[in-house]
């Protein structure tokens, strides 16, 4: 292939083709096409995109950027650098500002949820540290209380506190399942001791 004849010798122009390269790239990644496809369907050779896309192409074909317009779907206005709106007409622009509204929203939403469940995450660590008392605080007593199983209502605590330590088993497993660590699975007050 010649090289072809070299008109753009200004700063500027040599700018200005860099730019348009760079757009031409841009546009044909955010397609996620090869040179070689994007060539074939501009026309043109995969050579002559490569150096357009890297600003070397002087002088830059009108047919190439009409054709890089119309196939990427993007403002021909934007890849000569008019414009930093790449969209090409008003229905896609307004398209685009609906979708990006609605993300803001998602987001927003989004964000609350994530407070909520960090609050609620705060709640269930202080209720399972209140429960992990309260579990230590009755085995200790009922050590040092050898009668307790005779006491009215003791059979009715044992088995409170023994629904009390399987959601402490529960809540430890499952916490521990969902860490990155490979820690043992135990009881807070069988770690503890």
């Known amino acids: 292939m010649s ?3 070299v008109l753009y010798i200004n700063k500027d122009e040599i700018a200005a083709l860099k730019l348009v390269g760079s757009r031409l790239y841009a546009s044909r990644e955010i397609l996620n096409i090869t040179q070689i496809h994007a060539a074939e369907l501009l026309n043109t050779s995969k050579q002559a ?3 357009a896309e890297a600003g070397r192409l002087n002088p830059l074909p009108i047919k190439l950027l009409k054709a890089a317009a119309e196939t990427y779907d993007v403002s021909a206005d934007w890849l000569l650098g008019l414009t930093d709106d790449w969209e090409r007409s008003l229905e896609s622009s307004l398209h685009r500002d609906f979708l990006t509204g609605l993300q803001r929203i998602h987001l927003k939403h989004y964000s609350k949820l994530v407070a909520r469940q ?3 995450d705060e709640i269930n660590t202080r209720a399972q540290a209140a ?3 309260i579990v230590t605080a009755f085995e200790l007593f009922r050590k040092s209380n050898p009668d307790f199983d005779d006491m ?3 059979a009715r605590l044992l088995r409170a506190v023994s ?3 399987k959601l402490e088993y529960r809540f430890d497993y499952l ?5 990155p660590t490979n ?3 135990a009881p807070k007050s069988a770690r503890n001791s």
């Open 131 to 133: 429960l992990a008392e």
């Open 49 to 51: 995109l490569a150096d």
């Open 152 to 154: 009215p209502a003791g």
């Open 183 to 185: 820690t043992e699975i």
């Open 163 to 165: 629904a009390v330590q």
């Open 118 to 120: 960090a609050e609620a």
């Open 175 to 179: 916490t521990l399942k969902n860490k």
């Open 3 to 5: 090289k072809p004849k």
